[in-house]
Structure formats: structure tokens, C-alpha cells
């Protein structure tokens, strides 16, 4: 199973970073970009470890909660599409299009 991150997903990704530097804690942000790729890479063995996401009810749209935020991914045959993180309090919507990188 391979592992896709969006376009979308590197600049939350990001901006996890940058809000947690302008807090003058940037450890903090370093440490939650960190945690949330090693838990991004658990999907490789497990794809369906992630609860279907609310908004959506569908099996092939799915989340991983690491607090507070939603990691946001679309389960495919041989591939999973990482495509937000963002807080949980959010409401989701997904982006039109994406290019992808695997991670």
C-alpha cells in the first residue's frame, strides 16, 4: 500500500509549523508535524485503522484523530491519498483536485 500526501495536506501541514513558531513555541509545532507523519505511516499496514469520516459516511473517505487535529485520507485498492489536517473542530471539505507526493 502506498502513501500519498496532497498538495493540501503539506501546506496544513505547514501551517501547523508556522501558527505554533508565531506562538514562540515552534517545537511544539515541530513535534505535532513529526507525530502526526509517524501516524500517517501506520496506514500502510492498517488502511482502515482510520473511522469513517462524519460528514461523508463513506468507507473510502476516513480519518485518523491525532489531537486536535483530523487527518483527513481517501482509502483506495493499492493506495491511500492523504488530503487535509486539519483541527478538528473544522468542518471538512474536500479539495477539488490535488497533485500528490508520496511520502
Known sequence: MKIFI????????????EYYEEQEVSHI???FVVQIIEHIETLVD????GRMVPEFNSDKIR???HVPFRVVYILEMKAIHVVRVWRSERLLKLPESSNDDEI
Do not use: C, M, R, V
Request: glycine share 4%; aromatic share 4%; proline share 5%.
Open 6 to 17: 496532497s498538495d493540501s495536506a503539506f501546506d496544513d501541514l505547514e501551517k501547523i509549523k
Open 29 to 31: 509545532g515541530h513535534n
Open 46 to 49: 492498517n488502511p482502515k485503522i
Open 63 to 65: 480519518e485518523l484523530i
